[in-house]
């Protein structure tokens, strides 16, 4: 089964502040998803990193995958305000199994 | 709006008792997905269905059931209910039906067992 471990789970940083959440994995993955979920809110997908070395950038975001050390990041470049929320990655496995990590819950402070 | 309705917004229903929760999914997209969401379990993938058929399995219960219909609208089928099983539900669709792309989420349905 494939796990998906994400670091922080809980992040507060100042605005204009740089950051980077991380995603492991514990199989091979063939892709490696990125999701957005506002309080109360349902989810929106941000990136679908298909291939190692594969990066993409919306925004302040911008996700990379590196498939030989079974890693993503997601990084966050001059924060602001509008970027708190909780951040997901998710991870598909053999079989069409489809994993999400535990979640990284980000507050911007002004 | 990601054209995702899901209803009803919010269940609550007592243990033991069946429910159903229905996902229509945006105009055009074959596939939908079924997840579940809670404070013990986390984000979990249920069930997915592309044009009618079972397309890929998750951690879905015995007591879970789900279909997709003709007119591509899906429907979940709880029994059986246990406290556990409160959660929010969301459903997804997507044009194709491989490899979890382009998924668009409804609102979800919160489900409350007492």
């Known amino acids: 089964e494939l796990k998906v471990e994400q670091n922080p789970l809980f992040l507060s940083m100042q605005e204009g502040k740089n950051y980077t959440i991380y995603c492991n994995y514990s199989t091979t993955s063939d892709r490696l998803y990125w999701y957005r979920q506002d309080p109360g809110k349902s989810l929106e997908s941000l990136f679908v990193?298909?291939?190692?070395?594969a990066v993409k950038q919306e925004g302040r975001l911008m996700a990379s995958l590196d498939t030989k050390a079974r890693l993503s990041t997601l990084h966050i470049t001059a924060a602001v305000h509008d970027l708190s929320a909780t951040y997901f990655c998710?991870?598909?496995?053999?079989?069409?199994?489809?994993?999400f990590g535990t979640g990284t819950s980000l507050t911007v402070i002004p | 709006d990601s054209g995702v309705t899901q209803t009803p917004k919010h269940l609550i229903t007592a243990t033991g008792q069946r429910v159903t929760l229905r996902c229509s999914p945006r105009s055009g997209d074959l596939s939908v997905y079924w997840y579940q969401q809670s404070l013990d379990q986390g984000l979990q993938f249920l069930i997915q269905?592309?044009?009618?058929?079972?397309?890929a399995k998750g951690n879905i219960l015995e007591r879970f059931s789900a279909q997709q219909f003709p007119d591509l609208h899906s429907e979940l089928n709880l029994s059986s209910l246990e406290l556990g099983d409160s959660a929010l539900y969301f459903c997804?669709?997507?044009?194709?039906?491989?490899?979890?792309?382009?998924?668009?989420f409804g609102p979800g349905t919160r489900l409350t067992v007492t």
């Open positions: 990193l298909l291939s190692n070395g």
């Open positions: 998710a991870g598909y496995g053999s079989g069409n199994q489809f994993y």
């Open positions: 997804a669709s997507s044009v194709g039906g491989t490899g979890f792309m382009e998924q668009y």
């Open positions: 269905y592309y044009n009618g058929e079972e397309r």
